[in-house]
């Protein structure tokens, strides 16, 4: 929440791909923010948001794989994994 000066009161809210795509794009800069859909309501929409993040994964030639299918359905235990490990990398 401090990072990206957001009020999320769930971990679950992370699920849109969003949050991870601007936490990537404040260590990097080079996630094209203008493709992510910030207001992603639709899984659809989050996929879109997931492959951007993918994308900028292949690019800093990260081995993390990330499970798409997992994160999108905005379960708590799939969304608190990943962030865990943004916060360690």
């Known amino acids: 929440n401090d990072l990206l000066q957001i009020n999320y009161a769930k971990v679950e809210q992370c699920g ?7 936490i990537i794009d ?7 923010m203008s ?5 992603a309501r639709l899984e659809y929409e989050y996929l ?12 800093q030639k990260m081995d993390k794989p990330i ?8 379960k708590m235990q799939d969304n608190l994994k990943f962030p865990q490990w943004l916060n360690n990398f």
């Open 48 to 59: 879109v948001n997931s492959t951007v993040l993918q994308n900028a994964f292949k690019a």
């Open 16 to 22: 849109s791909g969003a949050t991870y795509c601007q």
């Open 67 to 74: 499970l798409v299918k997992k994160l999108t359905k905005c």
């Open 26 to 32: 404040s260590i990097y800069g080079d996630i094209p």
């Open 35 to 39: 493709r992510v859909k910030m207001n």
